[in-house]
């Protein structure tokens, strides 16, 4: 098993009083599986990510990654934020070598991957451009890139999409796909869309409200590699329909 | 060629308004506005420091107050930003340093500099230590915003894929603060050739400040308004090398917005 949340909780003590985050959530991620956490704005979907990063100790249960127990252990997972979060006075080039570094991949080895991958991408021309020039979309491309050659198993990617347009959007979750089909790592997605999670993963979790837990689980029946026109199949509309459902009946319990 | 338009375009107010404040500084003096012993004109001031005696001292002296300045920006740097980043990592520290910091700044340089001299003799050093006083505390502050003020999202980026303090701080936080480091370094190089020349009043003997204090006494207003602007040449000098380093060192960010920034 790639990743194991096991009964976990959070709470923070703020001057209102304690707000309980996450009470009891449970999930996992198998090996070289693509799952999606949709769920309501303030869902603790933030406080998930942080917990599995290591960022922050939940107050009760555990964080396995890899069969291990890392429970408030940073540097098991590679990352893609919603801002392409690239360093300004870095190349292109410069950040995916910085990322690699810092989860100890030599130097050498890093610059080889960077430029052979940046090739791949097409965007062999802006390997020494500054991240600045990019677009947004250029940007995700970016910063997907560096999650996928980081050399930990599990990628966490949250709200990847969430700032592009809808045309964008669209694009990256093809090209996304596109590359995981022929490169699969174990995926932990968090997402506001319904579409995006569907179409993407291979299971899909349905959170609730704050103190959030997983109110619904969905195994998406299509096969791989993905074709787009399952976006207009009857099946995906059921099931989009059935989230959307889960998600309402979330909110007013929270 | 748009840039050459625009460097021009940069350069010609300024230098009108100079030359019209030069024209007007002379007219004053050649129609008889003020006495030449209390204003000399500026063609008396460029033919006074032009004689052969004239100009050997005052190369002499600006060499001194060059130098004098030399070591005290650089010290005052340097330990400026030392402190700054000691109290960056150091919370702790930083709560209970800050109001003395601010006092260090409070004591007038008319009390401190005699202070000084009556501890360390008419030598370098409290003039060093004067200048290096009136430098560092610009470069603190100016670099302790940068340390803080970094962006969130990159820093929760860095930590989420494992990043340890100091690989924090070598990666993100100090190439952040490269810009804030600048605008102290800028600020502190204007304000070290003013106190290197204050410092020299101390003991006129040597230096820019020397001269002209002993130029007044002697009743040659040439010569001390010569000294004046070498100072003044000096300190824009400087200025322009911190101008020039600092483009070396932030070329990743765009030039028109860097302009619009500093302007």
């Given at each position: 098993m790639m990743l194991e949340v096991k009964g976990v909780g959070k709470s923070f003590r703020n001057d209102a009083g304690v707000k309980e985050v996450l009470r009891g959530l449970t999930l996992h991620v198998r090996e070289g599986e693509f799952v999606s956490i949709v769920g309501?704005?303030?869902?603790?979907k933030t406080t998930l990510f942080q917990l599995i990063g290591g960022l922050e100790l939940p107050s009760s249960g555990e964080i396995w990654i890899g069969g291990r127990n890392t429970t408030g252990e940073r540097g098991h997972i590679a990352y893609m934020p919603?801002?392409?979060?690239?360093?300004?006075?870095?190349?292109v080039r410069g950040n995916i070598e910085l990322s690699l570094g810092i989860a100890g991949i030599d130097k050498k080895r890093a610059r080889e991957l960077a430029g052979e991958w940046l090739a791949r991408i097409g965007l062999a021309e802006y390997a020494d451009a500054y991240p600045r020039t990019l677009s947004g979309g250029m940007s995700q491309r970016v910063s997907f890139l560096r999650a996928l050659l980081s050399p930990q198993p599990l990628m966490l990617l949250d709200?990847?999409?969430?700032?592009?347009d809808a045309l964008t959007r669209l694009d990256m979750q093809r090209w996304l796909l596109s590359i995981w089909e022929t490169n699969r790592r174990s995926v932990l997605l968090v997402t506001h869309s319904i579409e995006e999670a569907l179409y993407l993963s291979d299971r899909v979790l349905v959170l609730s409200a704050s103190p959030a837990a997983v109110t619904d689980e969905i195994e998406v029946p299509f096969a791989r590699p993905?074709?787009?026109?399952i976006l207009l199949d009857e099946r995906f509309n059921a099931l989009k329909g059935r989230i959307y459902g889960q998600l309402k009946e979330g909110r007013k319990e929270g | 060629m748009g840039n050459k338009r625009s460097l021009w375009s940069k350069v010609w107010p300024p230098a009108l308004a100079l030359a019209a404040g030069i024209g007007l500084w002379q007219a004053s003096a050649s129609l008889g506005w003020a006495d030449a012993w209390t204003l000399p004109s500026p063609a008396s001031v460029a033919a006074e420091a032009l004689k052969a005696d004239t100009r050997e001292r005052l190369a002499e002296h600006t060499g001194a107050t060059l130098r004098l300045t030399m070591l005290g920006f650089a010290g005052g740097a340097a330990a400026g930003f030392a402190l700054a980043a000691l109290l960056h990592l150091l919370p702790g520290l930083r709560r209970g340093l800050s109001p003395l910091l601010i006092l260090s700044q409070n004591v007038p340089m008319v009390v401190l500099a005699p202070i000084m001299t009556m501890l360390f003799g008419y030598g370098m050093l409290p003039k060093i230590l004067l200048v290096m006083l009136v430098c560092f505390f610009p470069v603190t502050v100016a670099t302790l915003g940068g340390l803080a003020g970094g962006d969130e999202a990159l820093r929760n980026y860095m930590r989420m894929i494992g990043c340890g303090r100091w690989t924090l701080f070598w990666r993100l936080e100090l190439p952040g603060a490269v810009t804030g480091l600048f605008s102290g370094l800028k600020i502190a190089a204007s304000y070290s050739v003013l106190s290197a020349t204050f410092a020299e009043m101390l003991s006129p003997k040597t230096g820019l400040g020397g001269f002209m204090v002993l130029s007044t006494r002697g009743y040659m207003q040439e010569r001390a308004f010569a000294a004046v602007i070498l100072i003044v040449a000096l300190s824009l000098a400087l200025y322009g090398l911190i101008s020039l380093a600092e483009r070396a060192f932030t070329r990743w960010r765009p030039r028109k917005e860097a302009a619009e920034r500093d302007a």
């Open positions: 309501p704005s303030g869902s603790g919603q801002q392409a979060s690239l360093l300004p006075w870095r190349t709200e990847p999409f969430g700032a592009l993905r074709e787009e026109s | -």
